[in-house]
Structures are given as structure tokens and as C-alpha cells.
């Protein structure tokens, strides 16, 4: 689009007209042959693995003993850190929006870096602060006896790390635009702060939260760096999905393809539940 | 928001490909044509002897240039049977020469050393791991090779001889990656190779394994048919295999074949 749309029109708006415009209009060739490239180097390799993938004996693949553990260890390791990041996460979005103090934007981009931060970064990091010699786990070792690396928890700490920003960022930013008025409506007839929190705000930004819930457990789901670098991996304590996958493709190539059609499949059901805040141009 | 998502965006993109650049971008400097650059895909446990002799192929044979690519021998060698372009493989089993060899990509392998089995503890040893058994007791956290890397099959041979049952914490991708376990102290013991605990030095606790229990194995080398500098690959094969070659993995602590 060369011309500017206007400015007063929101994002979803804008994308709908542009839509609605370009249907009819002849791309140039110029963009048409990169733009083909593009979607070839994105979709092809998704077709080769559908093409090798041993379809008669993929429940086989399946069902062997290291497989399951994996994925049932991926799936509530992705589910705990979802409802972690949803606990202590929003609380952390809403301090961010609705707060200013000095420091606070040095405090967004903080907890906002794992985002960007090569995630065997975070591993190592995770390994540093709560590995056994770590600066706080050596005292959860020598008070508590608790170490932390080569355990579940481990699992989902390092996924949390990673996973927990994309929820932060996602609500904080609905909470930002969200109309305000209502929240002050329920104040001055009386209502608690806390109760206007739970009966309005997250009410108002409900479908954000749910966006950014399903945008964490994927992000969880597919977590490898920091995982295999802060919690090891052993299967059924902390050989995950994406580890299982990294393995087996030395041993049993086609349980590593197998295994992958799995997490594909559950990416694409990430991106259908999604649909309305990406596909369609909505802000999140 | 939304700019903010689209830089958090563009920058985790950014990461992302500084990231698969760096992996790939040692294949930089082609041949050129009065020497050429070899890429020798090499066991784990060979990084600190087969960087040593790189360095003296080199000097030995001005223009030619070795690269490595050091990992699991069972990576390695599933990338050689993908088509990942090594002219020289020199794995830690004969097992995952013979994966290579009866894929058709290399024939001949030659033996040039041997490894055995060592335990490496933390240098204030918190497991108080005195012999190889005690890596059956529940409270010594020990980590393995993965079960189809070359020192997790030995590590499982001597663990049979003793006649004991490990249940290790973590199953690591390669030697050094156990190693590196133990040096950092997030486990009490590991199993990893003589030459391992030597090249180590000060940063671990070697604890011997005695002989009638140990289990050793032997290194094979060959070159790949699909390279395209195959003297210098020859040539980097046959330093190996020389005495000169033989003696910097002796002093390593590697046995004769």
C-alpha cells in the first residue's frame, strides 16, 4: 500500500481494507518471484517431512517406551509453565501497565530479554544461578538438599524462563489499550482494587490472555536449548519432546519423524486457535 | 504494543539467524589451488589430540588446512551418511565406522588408538566416589553418555563387568558434555575416558577402574569417498597413523591399538 490509511482506523480495520484492496490488484513481477521463493523455503521443508514420513508404522514409532515418556512429559511440563507464567506472569503484565516508577522501563526490557536471548544463553545462565555450585543453588543443596538440574522442575524452569515473556508481553500490551473508563466506573461505585482486577480488567483482556496462554505452552512445548542445557536429559525425567525428537534422529530416524508430525500437528492447532490476533491482521 | 511486539519480533529473527550463521559459517574459506582445506569430522573425545595434530599437519604441509567438527561418533556419523561434507572420520567405535562404511561413503578404516573407561569426580570428590561401584549408590548423581554414543556402549560393558546397575541423572550428548558436568560440579561422578580426566588436568578427580573391569575401545579412521581433496585427506589419515601422529595420542594417554 502507498497510500497511508488513516490514522484513526484500528489495526484490524486497516488490515481488512488492505485486504479488501490488494484481492483485485496484479502483484509485480518483481515481488512475485521472491515472494514465491519465500513460501517454497517455508513450506518445502514441511513437505519433505511429510514425504519421509513412515505413515504405516507411525504408531508404532509412537507407542515405543522413550517416545511416550517424552511426550507426555513435553505436554504437562508446558502446562505447568503456562499456569505458572499465568500466576505470577499477568500480576508482573499489570505492574508494567498500569504502574510507573523510576526504573521501569529498564525493568520491561529485563524481564523481556529472554525473549531475544539465545535460549542455551538462559540454559547456562538458569545453570549458573541454580546448578548445584550455582550462587543460589548451592544453598538449596547444602540447606535444603535440593538440586535442581537433571529433575522435572528443572524442565519447567527453564521453560518458564523462556516461555513466560511472550504471555508478560501479550497481556501487558492488551491491559495498555484497553479502555480504562470501565475500570474506574467500577472504582467509583465502590468496588475493591482487587475485585475491579478480577470483575473487569481480566475479564476485559480476556481473549489476550487466552492468546497469550496458548502462545506460551507453544513456546514451552518447543523449548530445546535451555532445557537440555539446564536440566539435562534422561528419559522420563527430562527428555522432552524436541530432545526426544534431537536424539532419535541418531538412532531411529523414523521415530524422530514421527515424533515431529506431533509437534507439528499441535503447532498447526496453535495457529488455527489463534487465527483472530495473527491471520487476521488483529492486534494481540 | 504493537511496534514493540514487531521489534521483539524482528530482533528474536535477528538471533535466530546470527545463530544458524555461526553454526555454518566455518565452511567460509574454500580450496584454493596449491592447497587445499580438509574438514575432518572427529570423535568428541579426540578434540584436544586431533586439534594438536591439525596444527602440526598443518606445519607440516604449508597450504593444506584442516577444519574439524568434533561431536558424538553417532552424530557424526549420521551426518557423514546424509551427505555433510567430511573428507576424514575418525570415530570412537568401530561400530559407527561400519554405520559409514556399509552406507557405501567410506571404505578401509584403519585402527589408531585405543580408550579406556575412567571416572571423573568434582576435585572435592562431594560424592565420595572411591571405586567405579560406588556409581550404583542412589545418593551419587552420575551422568552417562547417551546409550548410542560410542562412551555410553563402554561405559555399559564396564558396568557389567563390575556387575552393577547405574541409574544415572542425565544421559549427555557426548564426552566432553560429561565432563563438563562434573567440572561444573552438577554431578558426582561421570564416566568418561582415560584421556578425558588427563586432558582435563586440575578441574577433575580421576578414579581408576581396575583393569579386569575396564572396558576399552578402538578408534577408526578412514576417509570419505565423497571428498573432494583426497590426498589431503590421505596425507591427514597416514599423519595420523605416523609415529608422529602416535605420539601425540600416546602422551595423551591413548593406547595402541
Redesign the interface.
Known amino acids: 500500500m502507498t497510500v497511508a490509511a488513516p490514522s484513526h482506523l484500528t489495526a484490524r480495520e486497516r488490515a481488512r481494507r488492505a485486504a479488501r484492496g490488494g484481492a483485485s490488484r496484479s502483484v509485480p513481477a518483481p515481488l512475485l518471484a521472491p515472494a514465491l521463493i519465500a513460501v517454497g523455503f517455508l513450506v518445502l521443508p514441511l513437505i519433505g517431512l511429510l514425504i519421509r514420513a513412515p505413515w504405516g508404522s507411525i504408531g508404532a514409532a509412537l507407542s515405543g517406551a522413550d517416545a511416550t515418556q517424552a511426550l507426555i512429559l513435553s505436554l504437562w511440563t508446558a502446562t505447568a509453565t503456562t499456569a505458572i507464567s499465568l500466576v505470577i506472569g499477568v500480576p508482573l503484565a499489570w505492574v508494567l501497565a498500569r504502574t510507573s516508577f523510576p526504573g521501569q522501563r529498564l525493568l520491561r526490557a529485563l524481564v523481556t530479554l529472554p525473549l531475544v536471548l539465545p535460549p542455551v544463553v538462559g540454559g547456562v545462565a538458569l545453570l549458573l544461578a541454580f546448578g548445584r555450585t550455582g550462587f543460589i543453588g548451592q544453598y538449596l543443596n547444602s540447606w535444603f538438599g535440593l538440586t535442581i538440574p537433571f529433575t522435572p522442575l528443572a524442565v519447567v524452569m527453564a521453560e518458564t524462563f523462556v516461555a513466560m515473556p511472550f504471555l508478560i508481553i501479550t497481556v501487558e500490551g492488551a491491559l495498555r489499550s484497553a479502555d480504562q473508563g470501565f475500570e474506574e466506573a467500577a472504582a467509583t461505585l465502590g468496588a475493591r482494587r482487587m475485585t475491579v482486577f478480577r470483575r473487569v480488567t481480566v475479564p476485559m483482556v480476556a481473549p489476550s490472555l487466552g492468546a497469550g496462554a496458548v502462545l506460551c505452552w507453544a513456546r514451552a512445548l518447543g523449548e530445546f536449548g535451555a532445557t537440555i542445557t539446564f536440566a539435562g536429559s534422561f528419559p522420563g525425567q527430562t527428555e522432552t519432546m524436541p530432545i526426544a525428537v534431537y536424539y532419535a534422529l541418531e538412532t531411529d530416524p523414523d521415530a524422530a519423524i514421527a515424533l515431529s508430525l506431533v509437534l507439528l500437528v499441535v503447532s498447526v492447532i496453535v495457529l488455527v486457535s489463534l487465527r483472530d490476533h495473527w491471520l487476521r491482521g488483529g492486534s494481540l | 504494543?504493537?511496534r514493540?511486539?514487531v521489534i521483539?519480533v524482528a530482533?528474536?529473527a535477528v538471533?535466530a539467524a546470527g545463530?544458524s550463521s555461526s553454526g555454518s559459517g566455518s565452511s567460509s574459506s574454500s580450496s584454493s589451488p596449491s592447497g587445499g582445506t580438509i574438514t575432518v569430522f572427529a570423535a568428541a573425545s579426540l578434540t584436544g589430540t586431533f586439534t594438536q595434530l591439525g596444527k602440526q599437519f598443518e606445519a607440516a604441509h604449508p597450504g593444506d588446512t584442516v577444519r574439524f567438527s568434533f561431536g558424538?561418533s553417532?552424530?557424526l556419523a549420521?551426518q557423514i551418511t546424509s551427505g555433510a561434507p567430511a573428507d576424514v572420520f575418525a570415530s570412537a567405535a568401530p561400530a559407527n565406522m561400519d554405520q559409514v562404511v556399509s552406507a557405501g561413503d567410506a571404505s578401509n578404516p584403519q585402527n589408531f588408538a585405543l580408550n579406556t573407561m575412567e571416572v571423573a569426580t568434582p576435585p572435592n570428590n562431594p560424592g565420595k566416589v572411591t571405586s567405579v561401584n560406588d556409581l550404583a549408590k542412589k545418593s551419587v548423581?552420575v551422568?552417562l553418555c547417551?546409550p548410542?554414543v560410542p562412551c555410553g556402549v563402554v561405559a555399559a560393558e564396564v558396568f557389567k563387568n563390575v556387575g552393577i546397575t547405574v541409574k544415572?541423572?542425565?544421559?549427555?550428548?557426548d564426552v566432553k558434555s560429561v565432563l563438563t558436568?562434573v567440572e561444573?560440579?552438577?554431578?558426582d561422578a561421570g564416566m568418561v575416558y582415560v584421556t578425558d580426566v588427563m586432558a582435563a588436568g586440575s578441574k577433575v578427580t580421576g578414579v581408576t577402574i581396575p583393569a579386569s573391569d575396564n572396558a576399552s575401545t578402538e578408534y577408526p579412521i578412514a576417509t570419505i569417498k565423497s571428498s573432494k581433496q583426497k590426498s589431503e585427506a590421505q596425507a591427514f589419515m597416514n599423519y595420523v597413523l605416523s609415529p608422529a601422529g602416535q605420539q601425540v595420542l600416546t602422551a595423551a594417554g591413548f593406547e595402541k591399538p
Open positions: 504494543m504493537r514493540f511486539t521483539a530482533l528474536a538471533a545463530c558424538p553417532s552424530g549420521e548423581k551422568a547417551q548410542q544415572p541423572v542425565t544421559l549427555q550428548p558436568q561444573t560440579g552438577n554431578v
